[in-house]
């Protein structure tokens, strides 16, 4: 509440919130067509050499460029189109965009049916998971891959395994840091365990990676899981809560691995002192679009509570610079030797 | 072209674009579940009473007004929601963001697959046609009306043609300034025709108003035509090009109504000098929507250039302030005397 009656003028019209949205789903298009790829690579872009050579229609293609150059993502100049303040920011934070206009489209267009209790009942809703998992594997390369390199950098460990494994772009990094190691992929859709095998296999690492498909949160004892030394759990530690199915999950976590030395888990947790008119990006779709799907996201603090009731230790936690409060949790047994 | 090398920095950051994308969606969903209308009514809205009393989830209704405080269109204090600095702005402007973040999302959504030509065959892209239909519903009235009630004021008529009538509105708020008119209403789809008998019987207006299942842009001789003395169209010119085939509808139409007197042709026209970083609300969904999907948009050039071919004078050009490049032609047949 203010005491000057007097509303201070907003930064941004009706006109800038309306053209964002349009070039929201134009970074996500730009991405997917590639033309953000060019241009972070060359100085320019030719538009109508760009749609020839992908065989895009020029005028659908010249609007594209029209949408990003309405929030100065690019300039346009004549027929080339070159970065603009915009560019470099926007490119880093691509994924969060597709995330958004592609992977939660459906969610966000059908917010008005989503609301009603009556309608909240079965598959009340629909994301493409197709679109999340490229967009998560962006966040995770720009954003979490700095912070989780540096902390696994001092780790020793001989067998990793990756909790909600994906596409095993982690697994597979993993290994590469660490080429005596080796490591298992768990996750509960198949569809990631066949891409998951695909990127194992082309990286050459078949033989040092295996692949369960079970419930990452809560699996089932597996002769695999005995010389586990390192646990790596990344953007689905939400998925465990509320805070009762999390300490649930953290003790099965805790039995299943009988040797496990260290649990890194990294997520996203909600925030709780941003000023609503000042929110970086990606927070508010992150939030919103849980309430909606009615996932409960645990902040920062809950999280920081529920360890010890788990079975777990949490000896430092690492602080992700973007998304706001996203971190990466170093974990050890709380029956290890301290 | 600038020729300071130092771009001046953007006024809306990487943030701001997201938050506006997310909030586009609120805009829409605030207005279908009647939530600005309450607050365009009353100074405050208490979340957790609105939420209970429309039977919304808590939490997501939450998120909702969130989405909607981070650009300033409502500020939360405690548990209860005001106004803020963009509410007025974007109230009168719910159309627009209905239009976009409902009526087209799928089609913004699919980007990256309508600009492939190999996919531009068939129904490549799909709208919400009944969103659209409420969207531009509530932008004839806050944009367009003002400007036609002021050109209708003086013009004398005894039987009005709406072509492409939709739900009827226009004819019904017609007949009810002009008393003693008849009204007729054609349209192509049969379900805007079911809507619009509805909404003329329920106006008590039966008795005054004839329906006819039709091509606007192309009807065919008709008994009930042969005593239109005033066409109006709206919304729907530009389907009518590229220019060969709006000469064409443009003659059929003189042809088809032979005692015509005046034609009102509203439209918005596409924009050829706006900066790129300045663009109006709407402007830039509507003409890349279109780019989009294959439809061309003449300028307000090129339709002052097609009347005399078509057969009509154009006696005089009403400016509408919003959507930019927005006009309602007054026209005469071209053989009538002047």
Redesign the interface.
């Known amino acids: ?1 203010t005491e000057n009656l007097v ?23 730009a991405w ?2 590639g033309a953000l790829d060019e241009l972070a690579a060359n100085e320019k872009l030719d538009v109508t050499e760009f749609a020839t050579r ?4 020029q ?6 460029f ?2 990003l ?4 993502i690019v ?3 004549g027929g080339a189109v070159l970065r ?3 560019f470099a ?2 490119y880093k ?1 691509k994924g ?2 597709h995330w ?3 992977g939660c ?2 969610l ?2 059908n ?2 049916s ?5 309608n ?1 009942v079965g598959e009340y809703y629909r994301r493409d998971s197709a679109a999340i998992a490229v967009a998560c594997r962006d966040i995770n390369k720009n954003f979490f891959d700095p912070v989780f390199s540096a902390v696994m950098a001092p780790l020793e460990f001989t067998k990793v395994a990756d909790l909600g494994c994906g596409s095993a772009e982690r697994l597979i990094k993993v290994l590469g840091w660490h080429p005596t190691a080796t490591g298992l992929g768990i996750d509960i859709a198949g569809g990631a365990l066949r891409l998951a095998q695909e990127s194992v296999d082309a990286a050459g690492l078949s033989y040092r990676v295996s692949l369960i498909q079970d419930d990452a949160t809560a699996p089932r004892p597996h002769p695999e899981f005995t010389d586990v030394d390192l646990l790596t759990c990344f953007l689905m530690g939400h998925d465990m809560w509320p805070r009762d199915e999390c300490v649930a999950s953290l003790r099965k976590l805790r039995a299943a691995f009988p040797n496990v030395k260290r649990l890194l888990l990294g997520d996203t947790a909600r925030t709780t002192s941003l000023p ?2 000042d ?4 927070t ?2 992150f ?2 679009a849980h ?2 799907m ?1 996932v409960y996201l645990p902040t920062l603090e809950e999280w920081s509570g529920v360890f010890a009731e788990g079975g777990w230790r949490l000896i430092r936690q690492h602080l992700v610079p973007l998304p706001a409060d996203s971190v990466i949790f170093e974990l050890e047994p709380a029956d290890s030797a301290a």
């Open positions: 509440m509303l201070a003028p907003a930064r941004m019209t009706t006109a800038d919130i309306f053209n964002s949205a349009v070039a929201s789903s134009a970074i996500s298009a997917e067509l992908n065989d895009l229609d005028q659908a293609t010249e609007a594209l029209h949408a150059a309405s929030v100065r300039e346009r100049s603009d303040v915009n920011d926007v934070a969060f965009f958004l206009s592609r489209a459906e966000f267009a917010t008005s989503v609301l009603p209790n009556g909240r609503d008119t929110i970086p990006v990606f508010l779709g939030e919103v309430r909606m009615g």
